[in-house]
């Protein structure tokens, strides 16, 4: 009975790593860039000419996100750096299933700008000179 037991020998596995200058393939496919930057209408926001309080408006800005294929990449952190007539600031955000992102600005009527900073593209490489990087809108009151 002991002729029954005989041990297996195991295969030894090697791993070979990817070079990092080679595209990659997969999910996505490198440099991700930013393919649509704007911003949208401005909404009112509150604040009336009867009280003490200037008129706000929110502002939306846009950002949308796709690799060298055009495909959508969903779940990038962004960061950008917002302008308003009253603050600036750095924000993050995560893109959607569309590969899209919305930052809220909410202030008095002027200029805002939104400057993208980074994309962490999850060991891809994001090429901010093959898309917008900043786009500002003018608010009036």
Same mark, same amino acid.
């Given at each position: 009975?002991?002729?029954?037991?005989?041990?297996?020998?195991?295969?030894? =596995? /090697?791993?070979?790593?990817?070079?990092? /200058?080679?595209?990659?393939?997969?999910?996505?496919?490198?440099?991700?860039?930013?393919?649509?930057?704007?911003?949208?209408?401005?909404? @009112?926001?509150?604040?009336? *000419?009867?009280?003490?309080?200037?008129?706000?408006?929110?502002?939306?800005?846009? =950002?949308? =996100?796709?690799?060298?294929?055009?495909?959508?990449?969903? @779940?990038?952190?962004?960061?950008?750096?917002?302008?308003?007539?009253?603050?600036?600031?750095? %924000? /993050?955000?995560?893109?959607?299933?569309?590969?899209?992102?919305?930052? /809220?600005?909410?202030?008095?009527?002027?200029?805002?700008?939104?400057?993208?900073?980074?994309? *962490?593209?999850?060991?891809?490489?994001?090429?901010?000179?093959?898309?917008?990087?900043?786009?500002?809108?003018? %608010?009036?009151?």
């Amino acid at each position: 009975m002991a002729g029954r037991w005989r041990r297996r020998r195991r295969r030894q =596995i /090697q791993l070979e790593r990817h070079p990092d /200058q080679l595209p990659k393939r997969g999910l996505f496919t490198e440099p991700v860039r930013v393919t649509q930057l704007r911003a949208l209408e401005p909404e @009112d926001a509150g604040g009336h *000419a009867s009280t003490t309080e200037e008129p706000r408006v929110r502002v939306t800005f846009l =950002i949308e =996100i796709r690799d060298a294929e055009d495909r959508r990449c969903p @779940d990038l952190a962004v960061d950008a750096r917002v302008h308003a007539p009253d603050r600036t600031g750095d %924000v /993050q955000g995560a893109t959607d299933m569309f590969g899209r992102v919305k930052v /809220q600005v909410v202030g008095p009527a002027g200029t805002y700008s939104l400057e993208v900073l980074e994309v *962490a593209a999850k060991a891809l490489d994001y090429d901010p000179s093959a898309g917008p990087s900043e786009v500002s809108v003018e %608010v009036s009151g």
